[in-house]
């Protein structure tokens, strides 16, 4: 676990070992071999009900729900197999890090991501049996990129070569994550819900990371721009001879990795999705803050679809719709760093977008 080389390394991280708002975590030097990972789940809300679906407002489940077994195990292995991908693409950026404080983030993020395996697992473990134990056992098996047993999902199995894309890959692939766990935090299967809650309070750090890591590296190259008197965003050649990169590239980097987060979030129109929420496993990004009937039974959603010949908004069944939604929630919470670099930009004075 964690970058290359640095087993016998003495590590400053934060390790969780409660739930307790007032203090959940520790920071202490360690060697990421002896890295212990807690099996934390979000304290129990005492008469909790199902926020959504068919069973809306009845008892939340503290066992797996038979007719629903197979569709929840299967949504518990998609989230648990992308946790430990992403360390797995980043092994070798410790040998490249530009600061000591990059190197630790670097490290903090490796260690928590592969504490979401471990907690998808250990509900795989507990609640499914014997097809359970084997699917987490695939999961510890697969590797990102491995021509035989690759990780589930594409973006999951893409190189990342250099810190600008693991920047753009924790703003937003983990952005998805959030998103994502969000949905499965609401769900029925309240052990779910309380292993997703907690996970939430350490993927806000992993976000951070990449908004302010993208920040300073388009500020360093307005500051670059600036002492050198290039005022063209687009002087290319010039701008890479000052030892930065220039805004183009950094907004290629910006399109291929929002892009490739963006198919995570599956067909805009889905069944799967719908007998999901239908069932009480999965909902809607911060489902219980939302006024309507929770069943969704006779709304509609506008979603994109090519009519003669021309992409045109269409209203579809909201069920069907879920993926949908989750991803323009996904792009409006993505619009936040957005703005923050724009600004950064144009206090420069430079004119570009």
Same mark, same amino acid.
């Given at each position: 676990? #964690?970058? &290359? =080389?640095?087993? *016998?390394?003495?590590?400053? $991280? +934060?390790?969780?070992?409660?739930?307790?708002?007032?203090?959940?975590?520790?920071?202490?030097?360690?060697?990421?071999?002896?890295?212990?990972?807690?099996?934390?789940?979000?304290?129990?809300?005492?008469?909790?009900?199902?926020?959504?679906?068919?069973?809306?407002?009845?008892?939340?489940?503290?066992?797996?729900?038979?007719?629903?077994?197979?569709?929840?195990?299967?949504?518990?292995?998609?989230?648990?197999?992308?946790?430990?991908?992403?360390?797995?693409?980043?092994?070798?950026?410790?040998?490249?890090?530009?600061?000591?404080?990059?190197?630790?983030?670097?490290?903090?993020?490796?260690?928590?991501?592969?504490?979401?395996?471990?907690?998808?697992?250990?509900?795989?473990?507990?609640?499914? #049996?014997? &097809? =359970?134990?084997? *699917?987490?056992?695939?999961? $510890? +098996?697969?590797?990102?990129?491995?021509?035989?047993?690759?990780?589930?999902?594409?973006?999951?199995?893409?190189?990342?070569?250099?810190?600008?894309?693991?920047?753009?890959?924790?703003?937003?692939?983990?952005?998805?994550?959030?998103?994502?766990?969000?949905?499965?935090?609401?769900?029925?299967?309240?052990?779910?819900?309380?292993?997703?809650?907690?996970?939430?309070?350490?993927?806000?750090?992993?976000?951070?990371?990449?908004?302010?890591?993208?920040?300073?590296?388009?500020?360093?190259?307005?500051?670059?721009?600036?002492?050198?008197?290039?005022?063209?965003?687009?002087?290319?050649?010039?701008?890479?001879?000052?030892?930065?990169?220039?805004?183009?590239?950094?907004?290629?980097?910006?399109?291929?990795?929002?892009?490739?987060?963006?198919?995570?979030?599956?067909?805009?129109?889905?069944?799967?999705?719908?007998?999901?929420?239908?069932?009480?496993?999965?909902?809607?990004?911060?489902?219980?803050?939302?006024?309507?009937?929770?069943?969704?039974?006779?709304?509609?959603?506008?979603?994109?679809?090519?009519?003669?010949?021309?992409?045109?908004?269409?209203?579809?069944?909201?069920?069907?719709?879920?993926?949908?939604?989750?991803?323009?929630?996904?792009?409006?919470?993505?619009?936040?760093?957005?703005?923050?670099?724009?600004?950064?930009?144009?206090?420069?004075?430079?004119?570009?977008?």
């Amino acid at each position: 676990m #964690g970058p &290359d =080389g640095f087993q *016998e390394s003495l590590v400053y $991280l +934060r390790t969780a070992y409660s739930v307790d708002p007032r203090g959940w975590a520790k920071f202490d030097y360690v060697r990421m071999p002896e890295y212990r990972w807690g099996i934390l789940l979000a304290p129990q809300e005492e008469n909790r009900v199902i926020p959504f679906g068919e069973d809306y407002g009845k008892p939340a489940w503290q066992e797996v729900p038979g007719e629903h077994r197979a569709m929840l195990r299967r949504l518990i292995v998609i989230q648990g197999d992308t946790e430990p991908a992403s360390v797995e693409q980043q092994r070798h950026l410790g040998k490249t890090a530009p600061s000591l404080y990059d190197m630790r983030n670097l490290f903090q993020v490796n260690v928590e991501e592969g504490r979401h395996l471990w907690a998808m697992v250990y509900l795989l473990q507990k609640y499914f #049996g014997r &097809d =359970g134990r084997e *699917e987490a056992d695939d999961l $510890l +098996r697969r590797r990102s990129g491995d021509a035989d047993s690759p990780r589930m999902l594409g973006a999951f199995n893409e190189a990342t070569p250099d810190w600008l894309s693991f920047f753009m890959f924790t703003y937003f692939t983990d952005r998805d994550g959030k998103m994502q766990l969000h949905s499965l935090a609401q769900s029925g299967f309240d052990p779910l819900s309380r292993t997703c809650r907690f996970m939430l309070t350490e993927e806000a750090h992993h976000m951070f990371v990449g908004e302010t890591g993208i920040t300073r590296v388009v500020q360093r190259t307005c500051d670059a721009m600036n002492e050198a008197g290039i005022t063209d965003p687009n002087d290319i050649a010039r701008i890479r001879a000052l030892g930065v990169i220039d805004l183009p590239t950094i907004q290629k980097k910006l399109n291929l990795h929002y892009s490739l987060s963006l198919d995570l979030f599956g067909s805009e129109v889905s069944t799967n999705a719908a007998n999901a929420f239908n069932a009480g496993i999965k909902g809607r990004y911060k489902e219980t803050t939302i006024e309507d009937d929770h069943q969704l039974k006779n709304s509609t959603y506008p979603v994109m679809k090519m009519v003669d010949g021309q992409i045109k908004m269409v209203d579809e069944p909201a069920l069907t719709a879920l993926n949908m939604r989750l991803r323009d929630d996904y792009t409006q919470d993505c619009v936040k760093g957005m703005l923050r670099w724009n600004k950064v930009i144009s206090t420069a004075g430079i004119d570009y977008k």
